[in-house]
Nanobody
Framework: QVQLVESGGGLVQAGDSLRLSCAAS????????MGWFRQAPGKEREFVAG?????????LYADSAKGRFTISRDNAKSTVYLQIHSLKPEDTAVYYC?????????????????WGQGTQVTVSS
């Protein structure tokens, strides 16, 4: 049974930084591309960032995430991270971790095979 468990969310102030973590189990982590999505109140879920399997040498970001967001992975810990700097109130959302065998499915199709339950990030102004 595949499980993706996010952590690291919370209530922060504008300008703060935050690192979200997603611990994966039940799959061969290094063989999966990983990604982060988010859903703000009243809006549809949107793609944030993706990272290729194995080396993680290539990443892709949504335009809204470029410059402030960094996705990374630690295969030894079966964990993917999302570092966010200079948080803004508009970053308030539930952040979801996702996994799929193909990078394309995450970053283009936005329909990965596995999803986490999400972690809430609230940014106060």
């Amino acid at each position: 049974q595949v499980q993706l468990v996010e952590s690291g969310g919370g209530l922060v102030q504008a300008g703060d930084s935050l690192r979200l973590s997603c611990a994966a189990s039940g799959l061969t982590f290094s063989t999966y591309a990983m990604g982060w999505f988010r859903q703000a109140p009243g809006k549809e879920r949107e793609f944030v960032a993706g990272i290729i399997r194995r080396s993680g040498a290539s990443q892709l970001y949504a335009d809204s995430a470029k410059g402030r967001f960094t996705i990374s992975r630690d295969n030894a810990k079966s964990t993917v991270y999302l570092q966010i700097h200079s948080l803004k109130p508009e970053d308030t959302a539930v952040y979801y971790c996702a996994a799929d065998l193909t990078f394309h499915q995450i970053v283009e199709v936005h329909n990965p095979e596995y999803w986490g339950q999400g972690t809430q990030v609230t940014v106060s102004s």
